[in-house]
């Protein structure tokens, strides 16, 4: 993400969530195969939550 300058954002958050290993593992197996991470397809399913929403952002 990049602000007006040019510059990107940093992010300054961290958000901790708690599922079975099994499932995390699943997952970041997946994102692997994918060639993506999955911090990133968790901050894209957010925006795409909050775009969804009405979220005014």
Known sequence: ??????KKTKHDSQL??????SER????SLCDELDTSAAREIR???RGFLAEHGDPD
């Open 25 to 28: 593992d699943r997952f970041v």
């Open 44 to 46: 894209r399913f957010i």
């Open 16 to 21: 901790v969530i708690r599922i079975k290993k």
């Open 1 to 6: 993400m990049a602000e007006p300058n040019g």
